[in-house]
């Protein structure tokens, strides 16, 4: 006797053996090659806080305003198709009450534009496409996809330089758990401008060629671990002048110990943040878990049925010729 499979066992055997190898290629080929960074992102986040501003009108330091950052994100998707790389426009304006509405933002208490260009896939910052300024560090913006617990070197616009941000466990942001950072900037000399003498404490000066210091109370950020993305960002920045070879602030432009993300930018982050890490779960995650488990049943039974076969004998019976009579 012998056994043949039928084509449901070996249909079966064939399914399960493509799903045990489709499982790794999920979790280690297809998922690290979904997380990377958006080319045609348009996204912005609004910061509120309250602090001291400069009034260039009364040319005095006006407290207990109300200050309004408004950071808008723009992917350029043509720039970013011919590099390969993310190419992002940036444009950050910092109003008060008084400024606001702005029907341009150069009319804000400060306008930043600049472009940030990083690898898609590690958030490292790349240098082309006209970027500027010269961004270094590990993340801005946002953190790379995986983030761990450890420390990671912040890029600080305004600083024109890196700040060191410490892990400081979990937190949770509208329900939703993230990893925590903190940081902060001792006053740094950051660059000069030309003010009229009296603003430095120097009236007998028509004009002064005066240090501009930056510092920053804290920095504070917590941040979806799959993804990177930023669900909560709160930073204290502190802006003054001196008067050339002198040790203390002559003026304040910007003093708030604490501006962070309004409630409706953290609830958006937080929307955009598990539907982001929800997509890279399901890839890396749940489908090779499922496809594993589903190709091994299919395995054990695929095989159950060939090794049971169907019996057939080995050959049709023939007669006994010995038997049969001789004739002359």
Not at 225 to 254: I, M, N
């Amino acid at each position: 006797m012998r056994r043949t499979a039928s084509p449901l066992s070996l249909i079966l055997l064939g399914l399960g053996t493509f799903l045990l190898v489709l499982a790794p290629l999920l979790a280690w080929y297809v998922e690290p090659r979904a997380a990377v960074n958006p080319i045609d992102i348009d996204t912005t986040a609004v910061y509120r806080g309250t602090g001291s501003v400069f009034d260039t009108e009364r040319v005095e330091t006006v407290p207990d305003q109300r200050i309004t950052v408004t950071q808008r994100v723009r992917g350029n998707v043509a720039e970013s198709e011919r590099s390969g790389n993310a190419v992002w426009d940036v444009t950050t304006t910092v109003d008060t009450d008084k400024s606001l509405p702005a029907a341009d933002p150069h009319d804000a208490l400060d306008f930043v534009p600049h472009r940030w260009v990083m690898d898609r896939k590690t958030t490292e910052p790349v240098h082309c496409c006209k970027e500027t300024p010269y961004i270094e560090g590990e993340a801005y913006l946002k953190f790379p996809f995986d983030v761990q617990k450890r420390s990671y070197r912040w890029w600080d616009n305004t600083l024109g330089g890196t700040v060191m941000l410490s892990y400081r466990g979990t937190e949770k942001v509208q329900g939703y758990t993230g990893y925590k950072f903190t940081g902060n900037v001792p006053p740094t000399k950051v660059g000069s401008r030309l003010v009229p003498g009296a603003i430095v404490d120097q009236p007998d000066r028509p004009q002064v060629l005066a240090e501009e210091w930056y510092s920053n109370h804290g920095f504070e950020l917590i941040v979806d671990q799959a993804t990177g993305r930023v669900l909560y960002a709160q930073t204290g920045p502190k802006r003054t002048l001196r008067a050339p070879g002198t040790d203390e602030d002559a003026a304040v432009l910007l003093d708030s110990r604490k501006i962070a993300f309004t409630t409706a930018t953290q609830k958006e982050a937080v929307r955009q943040a598990e539907q982001d890490s929800g997509q890279l779960r399901t890839v890396g995650v749940t489908l090779p878990i499922g496809a594993a488990v589903a190709g091994f049943v299919l395995v054990v039974v695929g095989g159950v049925l060939v090794v049971r076969g169907r019996r057939h004998p080995e050959s049709d019976e023939t007669p006994d010729t010995s038997r049969v009579p001789l004739t002359i």
